[in-house]
């Protein structure tokens, strides 16, 4: 089974009826009583595109995708028009609609989720399919365009430097790196340190200080002491600060596939045809 990245054609999804469905035991006592288990943690979507075919046109592209997609047998995008954006979708995207994670200094990969929220209560899904272009994302209510997105899995990825460090001084809290990078290492924000001796970890900067004689950055920071018995490892940055909230807003497809095997069409009903097309969601898996 491959991955067709590409969407079931629109103009028919957006007729198309469907929705969520959840699997549910219940047992009936002989009391009236019932006892329920819920089998499925997590929603499976189906559609019925049949009532978006329309036209004429609209069966002559379902003939083709459904010979492109071989049937069941190749997965791809469907549009769901009553939920496709990270917000209502009578509103516009921002990059703080959905929380997705927060900081600790080091983490730099989050996975994409929608939550759903009634009377104070929450759920969230994962979404592995966002649409390319459309993901904005902030960091403590900033927004950014430091980052990257895998449309195919839904994990945005910060952009990181590192950088090796050149001097270290125990007494009054500090490591260099080369060069002036007192514009891009902000007071409050988080720098880690790792491939070093003794000094690995996550670290908060109090101040930055450029020494234009030696040509390095003074990163200090607070509440460490740094041990300069040996002066190697690297300074990484760019990823979320310790504390940060990391939010992002985007469009989103759901991760589909026929329901069938046979396209059976009957033009005799109506101009556009008759025709059956059931589509389902390749189903979330536990996380």
């Given at each position: 089974?491959?991955?067709?990245?590409?969407r079931f054609p629109?103009?028919i999804?957006?007729?198309?009826?469907g929705?969520?469905?959840?699997q549910?035991?219940?047992?009936?006592?002989?009391?009236g009583?019932?006892?329920r288990n819920?089998?499925?943690?997590y929603?499976?979507?189906?559609y019925?595109a049949?009532?978006?075919?329309q036209?004429i046109?609209?069966?002559?592209d379902?003939?083709?995708?459904f010979?492109?997609?071989q049937?069941?047998?190749?997965?791809?995008?469907?549009k769901?028009w009553?939920?496709?954006?990270?917000?209502?979708?009578?509103?516009?995207?921002?990059?703080?609609?959905q929380e997705?994670?927060?900081?600790?200094?080091?983490t730099a990969?989050f996975q994409i989720?929608?939550?759903?929220?009634?009377?104070?209560y929450q759920?969230?899904?994962?979404?592995?399919?966002?649409v390319?272009g459309?993901v904005?994302a902030?960091?403590?209510?900033?927004?950014?365009?430091?980052?990257?997105?895998?449309?195919n899995?839904?994990?945005i990825?910060?952009?990181?430097t590192?950088?090796?460090?050149v001097?270290?001084?125990?007494?009054?809290d500090?490591?260099a790196i080369?060069?002036?990078?007192?514009d891009d290492?902000?007071?409050?924000?988080s720098?880690?340190?790792?491939n070093?001796?003794?000094?690995?970890?996550?670290?908060?900067?109090?101040?930055t200080?450029?020494?234009?004689?030696?040509?390095?950055t003074e990163i200090?920071?607070?509440?460490?002491v740094i041990d300069?018995?040996?002066?190697d490892g690297?300074?990484?940055?760019?990823q979320?600060?310790v504390?940060?909230?990391?939010t992002?807003?985007?469009?989103?497809?759901?991760?589909?596939?026929?329901?069938?095997?046979?396209?059976s069409?009957?033009?005799?009903?109506?101009q556009?045809?008759e025709v059956?097309?059931?589509?389902?969601e390749?189903?979330?898996?536990?996380?």
């Amino acid at each position: 089974m491959t991955f067709i990245d590409a969407r079931f054609p629109v103009d028919i999804s957006y007729g198309s009826a469907g929705g969520p469905i959840y699997q549910t035991a219940i047992i009936s006592m002989r009391s009236g009583e019932e006892k329920r288990n819920i089998n499925w943690e997590y929603s499976r979507h189906e559609y019925d595109a049949a009532t978006g075919v329309q036209r004429i046109k609209h069966l002559e592209d379902l003939i083709a995708f459904f010979h492109v997609v071989q049937g069941r047998g190749h997965t791809f995008r469907w549009k769901d028009w009553a939920d496709y954006k990270s917000c209502k979708t009578s509103e516009t995207l921002t990059a703080t609609d959905q929380e997705i994670g927060t900081g600790d200094g080091s983490t730099a990969e989050f996975q994409i989720r929608k939550y759903y929220a009634f009377g104070g209560y929450q759920r969230f899904r994962n979404i592995t399919l966002p649409v390319s272009g459309s993901v904005f994302a902030a960091v403590g209510g900033v927004e950014t365009t430091a980052f990257t997105v895998d449309t195919n899995t839904g994990k945005i990825t910060f952009d990181t430097t590192e950088m090796g460090i050149v001097a270290v001084d125990t007494a009054n809290d500090w490591i260099a790196i080369g060069g002036d990078k007192t514009d891009d290492l902000k007071d409050g924000n988080s720098i880690e340190i790792i491939n070093s001796t003794g000094n690995d970890g996550v670290y908060t900067i109090s101040s930055t200080v450029y020494d234009s004689g030696n040509n390095w950055t003074e990163i200090h920071v607070s509440g460490g002491v740094i041990d300069d018995s040996t002066v190697d490892g690297d300074v990484k940055y760019g990823q979320p600060s310790v504390g940060d909230a990391v939010t992002v807003g985007y469009e989103f497809d759901v991760h589909a596939r026929m329901d069938t095997d046979q396209l059976s069409t009957n033009l005799s009903h109506y101009q556009a045809g008759e025709v059956e097309v059931p589509v389902i969601e390749i189903k979330q898996e536990k996380v």
